[in-house]
């Protein structure tokens, strides 16, 4: 195992020898297994092991960022000055620089989190066996016709990061998962759906069978879909899918959207966006969620905020760089990986849910879509206007009458935001915890 602490300052150190007094290195060595089965037989398996490092220079207003797979003394003295004479030819940028010792995090033990699962890594053919399992199940269902995938995983990674203001600190994260996609019918009358379940802690995981058979069951009902009508009507996005329309959010309230001046909502700071009593809450330090931690990629310390709070815009989502930018502190949620300075980046997200079921929001909407699969996305980021292509299924008197393909749904963001209404759906685990999402008068475009 590399000691990615000293692996880190060993790229600073040599920043320095190359000409540089501010400069920040991150460190990122990763295992991953990936199993996929087809058939009751073993389609591909892959292992990957390595050490991948990246370094930012900066001189005055200047920056540049590089990266390597290679860790030896000579390479990343040889990337030190690579990067150096990169940045002396980058144009100056204002905003660029590390942040002050006064703004680091004090505390960079994430054990609390419980990012990392050390129970021993699986081995290969546990994995193949709960794949193989998954597609077992799905394959007794009489309504299937073939397996798509079925596919099992395993990652465990360690991340370092130092800076030259004096900032050093790391963390472990581990990750597995296991897909299952179905398909019922045959020739144009095919149909697929799928199932899973990625967790930190193996002991979480659902049983393989269980997420088969879900698959499955998935992919017949929506058997002999067929395009519904055109018109305006309310659309329930299912909670699989109900978490793009507050990714929509997000990305709008990014700082460097903001900043560019790209964004349909960069004068709203303070307006509802959200109906009243609904929040969006950020929590980075969540356990056993995939997107904690508890500092950013440039050492400050993460906190717990609303987005939007009792349905009004309260921030941005800002790095030091966007903050600047902007005249306004960094929110500490900034992300980066080896090979690109940081980038304003949300966390843990969690949606206020409601009392009443998906079931009570069906009977509630009368005649319109739910939709529970999404493709392709038009989305305008100076307007909100929006248009996504849609399957699901048709509700009539309130109540799952077929299922429906090859549709459009449109409308604007702002809208659909400020009428929505959540179910009590959603799952816990996740790193966004949105519910099924009701929002009425959507244009669907069908036959």
Request: aromatic share 4%.
């Amino acid at each position: 195992m590399t000691d990615l602490a000293a692996l880190t300052q060993q790229i600073l150190d040599a920043a320095r020898r190359a000409g540089v007094d501010d400069a920040d290195a991150i460190a990122v060595q990763g295992t991953s297994i990936s199993i996929d089965v087809r058939q009751g037989a073993l389609e591909k398996a892959e292992r990957s092991e390595g050490v991948d490092i990246g370094l930012r220079v900066l001189l005055g207003q200047r920056q540049a960022c590089v990266s390597s797979s290679d860790s030896r003394p000579a390479a990343i003295a040889a990337m030190a000055e690579r990067a150096v004479a990169m940045a002396r030819e980058a144009p100056e940028d204002p905003t660029v620089g590390l942040a002050d010792a006064s703004q680091l995090a004090t505390q960079t033990d994430t054990a609390h989190l419980e990012l990392y699962d050390g129970s021993p890594e699986p081995d290969p053919a546990a994995l193949q066996d709960a794949a193989l399992r998954a597609e077992s199940a799905a394959r007794e269902n009489p309504g299937i016709s073939q397996i798509s995938e079925t596919s099992a995983g395993y990652s465990r990674r360690q991340i370092h990061m130092a800076a030259t203001n004096g900032f050093s600190g790391g963390y472990a994260r581990s990750d597995i998962g296991l897909s299952c996609v179905a398909i019922s019918g045959t020739g144009t009358g095919m149909e697929r759906d799928y199932d899973y379940d990625t967790r930190i802690y193996q002991a979480d995981m659902r049983d393989p069978a269980d997420i088969g058979r879900t698959a499955a069951a998935r992919a017949v009902e929506r058997a002999g879909s067929r395009r519904p009508k055109t018109g305006a009507y309310p659309v329930l996005f299912d909670e699989r899918v109900a978490s793009s329309l507050i990714g929509h959010l997000v990305s709008a309230i990014n700082g460097s959207a903001i900043a560019r001046g790209a964004s349909f909502l960069r004068d709203a700071l303070g307006d509802q966006i959200l109906p009243d009593g609904m929040s969006l809450i950020e929590d980075p330090h969540r356990p056993r969620a995939f997107a904690s931690k508890i500092f950013d990629a440039e050492g400050l310390p993460t906190v717990r905020r609303a987005l939007i709070d009792d349905g009004t815009l309260t921030g941005w989502t800002l790095d030091l760089a966007t903050g600047r930018k902007l005249g306004l502190p960094s929110t500490a949620n900034a992300a980066r990986g080896t090979s690109a300075p940081p980038q304003p980046s949300v966390t843990n997200l969690a949606l206020t849910q409601a009392t009443a079921s998906r079931a009570d929001l069906i009977a509630q909407m009368g005649t319109g879509l739910l939709v529970t699969s999404m493709i392709g996305s038009t989305i305008n980021p100076n307007t909100g206007d929006y248009s996504r292509g849609a399957a699901g299924f048709w509700i009539q008197n309130g109540e799952i009458s077929h299922p429906v393909n090859e549709c459009t749904i449109a409308g604007n963001l702002r809208d659909m935001w400020r009428t929505m209404i959540a179910a009590n759906d959603a799952r816990p685990h996740l790193s966004r915890v949105v519910p099924s999402l009701l929002v009425e008068g959507l244009t669907l475009a069908g036959d």
